[in-house]
Structure formats: structure tokens, C-alpha cells
């Protein structure tokens, strides 16, 4: 079955420091790859998304990186708040082209 | 949440009984997704729906059945619940897919099974 790959399952940052998550995809029948932000007993919303007509883009704080050649993409949240700490998920489309796969999901805690 | 609202957000039912949760959209978007969400394992899709009376199994669609007989309106039926079901359901909207597939989700609701 076609997965996506997400690491760190979870990850603790100082404030003002740089989070790294990672995914890793398979084939896609289409390339958009989106990142969702997910807080305690909401759903998960929608925080970034790259096409590949460009290998980053940039959204204020919030930065993904994408390789095609590697298949993987990678989200950067820079100048980490506490208001940060969420669940983050990665998703790529499935070979059909008719719905999202999602990574596991990755825990993010900023101290202060 | 995009125009979506889940109904009921909360319930605890017993083994053997059907459950049916209601999603519903004031967007007017043709796609409607449900997922299941549990610890370790992410979101998983449970089936989805391309239009009216249009639907198609996710990967986890063993024990559910879902129906749009409107637009707005995706229900997914748990015929006889069973514990392996106790998880939190998100329903999700899109509006087009071949261009990007972007999905909004509702609130959630969160089932429990006795």
C-alpha cells in the first residue's frame, strides 16, 4: 500500500529555535504535497502546500523544501513559539490521484 | 472549519449497534472524505465521495458504508459497531483534485465503543 513517511514521530525545540519534519513519498499521480497543523480536539488544517513548479516555498515563519529526484519534502518552522506546539502532517497524493495519503503525524513541543 | 459541521461530535455506543455520523458542507465542493484518526497510525482514508451518489473505498473501509444523496450531505454508517472502531472520524471537503486536491476538515467526532 502506498505510504508517506514522516520523521520525527516527535520533537522538542527551544524558542526561537529551527523545527525540522521530514517526508518521504512514493509514486503520486499528480506532484502537490501540502502540511496540516493539527491542535488538541480540532481538525487538522491546512498550514502550507508546494506544487513543483518550485523547489521551496516560503510562508512567513513556515518554509517546505521539496526534492523531487529523492522524493521527499521537508517542512521548516522557523523562530519556533510556543503557539507552534501541534501535531503536523505531511500528505501526498495517492497514484490515483483521488484522495490524500497521510505521514503519521509528528508532535511538536516548543519550550519556553 | 471551511463550511463543515459533524454531527454528533461525541458518542459512546455499545458492540453490535449500527452508528451512523453525519458530515455536512455549505461549500458546495464536489469531494467528501472520511477519515479515521488514531494514535500511531495517522489519518486513514475510510471511503470518498466524487459526487452525488458517486463514492469509492479509502483503505480502511472494511465495516463502513457511507451515502451522499446530496451535495452537501456524506454519512458513513458503522453497520455493527465493534471496539477496533472506537476512534476519532474527520470528515474533509475539496473542490478540485487534479490540481491539487486540498482539502479543508470538519471538527471531528470523537466514538467510542463498549
Known amino acids: 500500500q502506498q505510504q508517506v513517511k514522516q520523521s520525527p514521530q516527535s520533537l522538542i525545540v527551544q524558542k526561537g529555535g529551527i523545527s525540522i519534519i521530514n517526508c518521504a513519498y512514493e509514486?503520486?499521480?499528480?506532484?502537490?504535497f501540502p502540511w496540516y497543523q493539527q491542535f488538541p480536539g480540532k481538525g487538522p488544517a491546512l498550514l502550507i502546500a508546494?506544487?513543483?513548479?518550485?523547489s521551496e516555498k516560503k510562508e512567513g515563519r513556515f518554509t517546505i523544501s521539496f526534492n523531487k529526484s529523492a522524493k521527499q519534502f521537508s517542512l521548516h518552522i522557523m523562530d519556533s513559539q510556543p503557539g507552534d506546539s501541534a501535531t503536523y502532517f505531511c500528505a501526498a497524493p495517492n497514484q490515483a490521484g483521488t484522495a490524500l495519503i497521510f505521514g503519521k503525524g509528528t508532535t511538536l513541543s516548543v519550550s519556553s | 472549519d471551511a463550511g463543515i459541521t459533524q454531527s454528533p461530535r461525541h458518542k459512546v455506543t455499545e458492540t453490535g449497534t449500527p452508528v451512523t455520523l453525519r458530515c455536512h458542507q455549505t461549500e458546495n465542493h464536489r469531494y467528501m472524505y472520511w477519515y479515521r484518526q488514531d494514535p500511531g497510525h495517522g489519518l486513514r482514508l475510510i471511503h470518498y465521495s466524487y459526487g452525488v451518489k458517486d463514492t469509492d473505498k479509502g483503505e480502511v473501509s472494511d465495516g463502513y458504508s457511507v451515502s451522499r444523496s446530496k451535495t452537501e450531505d456524506f454519512l458513513l454508517t458503522l453497520e455493527s459497531a465493534t471496539s477496533s472502531q472506537t476512534s476519532v472520524y474527520f470528515c474533509?471537503?475539496?473542490?478540485?483534485?487534479?490540481?491539487?486536491?486540498?482539502?479543508?476538515f470538519g471538527p471531528g467526532t470523537r466514538l467510542t465503543v463498549l
Open positions: 508546494i506544487r513543483p513548479d518550485v
Open positions: 509514486n503520486t499521480a499528480f506532484d502537490y
Open positions: 474533509a471537503i475539496s473542490a478540485v483534485r487534479d490540481r491539487g486536491n486540498e482539502q479543508f
